[in-house]
């Protein structure tokens, strides 16, 4: 599987971005089963959750992005998407598109945010 991530930019604070995240070679089965989602890796931490599917349908999300974030999916695409409203400089970070059976094993190139102040 091929994981393509578009959608980063630069945002004022309080603005809104919208990744996706294209499972390229995914079978259908597959993709609406596996842990779908999105990660970032502060500068000197260990990569961290944002907002995932967690086996395919359970969304869980990350305390720091709950009520501002919100994670879809259209499954006839493969692509799974983070609408992210009022965006903070906090929330400035490369975000990896990850994919797995449980936990990732497979991930994408990444794709920059940057929210100025």
């Known amino acids: 599987v091929r994981l393509v991530e578009s959608g980063g930019g630069l945002v004022q604070a309080g603005g809104s971005l919208r990744l996706s995240c294209k499972a390229s070679?995914?079978?259908?089965?597959?993709?609406?089963?596996?842990?779908i989602g999105w990660y970032r890796q502060p500068l000197g931490k260990e990569r961290e959750l944002v907002a995932i599917f967690s086996g395919g349908s359970k969304t869980v999300y990350a305390d720091s992005v709950k009520g501002r974030f919100t994670i879809s999916r259209d499954n006839t695409r493969r692509t799974v998407y983070l609408q992210m409203d009022s965006l903070k400089p906090e929330d400035t970070d490369i975000y990896y598109c990850?994919?797995?059976?449980?936990?990732?094993?497979?991930w994408g190139q990444g794709t920059q945010v940057t929210v100025a102040s």
């Open positions: 070679g995914a079978i259908l089965s597959v993709f609406n089963s596996y842990t």
């Open positions: 990850g994919f797995g059976p449980s936990a990732p094993d497979s």
